[in-house]
């Protein structure tokens, strides 16, 4: 090659969709009828029936794409329990319960558990406070746990005993994003050389304290870093099967980059489960192990 010419960009890597199945909840009683985030105002009105609408595109584009959705029966009174990825922490056919800091959804945790032992997993009742997938995420065989609003440090130390895997905790700073999955998307787990666990993450670098993001820039080094604008509508608030990403159609910037790394970013509207403090992930519990 002369000096004069340009190297060819390198093509973004394929990307291989993996099967996944899902706990979700139908909306049915879904208002905002309380304040337990920044997100939620019980002055402004919310529409059941609109969120019911976007909540079904969710469920059927899951389908469409071949994975499996159960679902667990809404309970009246329990407007967020449509959030079912707050409800348990699942791994190889165990159930970590949940344990929710405010009493407006603790009956919720006794619910999901139910769930889980008439669907053939081994239950692990919590004794920490911590609000599920919500705060706990698989990223190959290592765990991100957030603390800072909801769950407590001391359930890091108890989800670490019940799944035995390492613990990586991390100090969610901005009441925004209050819990880990809304600052922090896993997008691939893959194998890298020498037999070490890498993943592809995508992250919110604003959402954590000094020492979280050294924790992230350093393990993840490849890591996709959202801005702050597609933070802020909940742009990582998504679900991912390695290929197919599906994400709010207003984070413009995280859509482009995603596409830049070869994924296929699928636009889902949830606007009105928001008003709640909620998106696609939030609505996204992902069942590991277990009978069906």
């Not at 319960?97 to 009956?107: D, L, S, T």
């Not at 997938?133 to 603390?147: M, S, Y």
């Not at 890298?192 to 666990?197: P, Q």
Request: hydrophobic content about 35%; glycine content about 10%.
């Amino acid at each position: 090659m002369s000096t004069n010419e340009t190297a060819a960009p390198s093509a973004p890597a394929e990307r291989t969709a993996q099967h996944r199945r899902y706990l979700m909840c139908r909306p049915q009683h879904f208002t905002v009828s309380y304040s337990i985030n920044p997100w939620m105002e019980p002055s402004r009105p919310t529409d059941t029936d609109v969120a019911l609408r976007q909540w079904r595109t969710l469920y059927d584009t899951y389908l469409a794409l071949g994975h499996e959705v159960e679902l667990i029966d809404p309970l009246e009174g329990l407007p967020d329990m449509v959030y079912t990825a707050n409800g348990g922490f699942l791994i190889d056919g165990i159930a970590y319960g949940a344990k929710f800091r405010f009493p407006e959804r603790a009956a919720e945790g006794p619910a999901f558990m139910d769930w889980f032992r008439d669907n053939g997993y081994t239950v692990a009742e919590p004794v920490e406070v911590n609000e599920g997938e919500g705060d706990f995420l698989l990223v190959g065989d290592t765990i991100l746990a957030g603390t800072g609003f909801r769950s407590t440090g001391d359930s890091h130390r108890e989800v670490g005993e019940v799944f035995g895997k390492e613990v990586v905790s991390l100090t969610l700073t901005d009441p925004r994003f209050y819990h880990l999955d809304t600052a922090i998307s896993v997008l691939d787990p893959v194998q890298g050389a020498g037999g070490v666990e890498r993943a592809n993450i995508a992250y919110l670098p604003s959402a954590f304290d000094e020492v979280g993001r050294g924790i992230l820039a350093e393990r993840y080094p490849d890591a996709i870093q959202v801005d702050d604008a597609d933070g802020a509508v909940f742009g990582l608030n998504s679900a991912s099967d390695g290929r197919n990403v599906l994400i709010s159609p207003r984070a413009k910037g995280f859509e482009a980059q995603l596409r830049e790394r070869g994924y296929n970013p699928v636009l889902i509207d949830l606007s009105e489960l928001l008003l709640g403090g909620g998106g696609i992930k939030c609505c996204t519990l992902e069942l590991r192990g277990g009978s069906r």
